[in-house]
């Protein structure tokens, strides 16, 4: 799972600083709208095939979901990031995972899921 989280931190490791410029002008709304757009989306992608992972390799996707809160909300660096996830209203990366899965599987189960991952009984 190396190889995946270091494609998409290839990507998504610049996109905090690349689009701090353009945040700093919007407002927090607009601005979370922004980084989910640039950030959140790569972090998601295919999210579901690292539950599980090492903590390592956890913590190198939390640090741009960290980079991320803190140019949304205009935090320092060496602040506690906690508090800025939770009046995000972020999921840190483990929970984020283990909630998509975890979404993934109810509506699998409710037939909500698309066809190729809905369950079918067969008696």
Request: glycine share 2%.
């Amino acid at each position: 799972m190396s190889a995946h989280v270091s494609s998409v931190l290839s990507v998504s490791v610049l996109l905090p600083a690349l689009v701090s410029p353009v945040v700093r002008s919007l407002s927090i709304e607009a601005a979370k709208t922004v980084v989910h757009a640039f950030i959140s989306l790569r972090l998601d992608y295919c999210n579901y095939l690292i539950h599980g992972i090492t903590d390592t390799l956890l913590r190198r996707l939390q640090a741009v979901q960290n980079a991320a809160a803190r140019v949304v909300s205009g935090t320092r660096r060496f602040d506690h990031i906690s508090p800025v996830l939770r009046q995000l209203h972020w999921l840190p990366e483990r929970q984020r995972v283990d909630f998509k899965l975890a979404m993934l599987v109810y509506k699998a189960l409710s037939n909500l899921a698309p066809q190729y991952c809905q369950m079918t009984a067969s008696l």
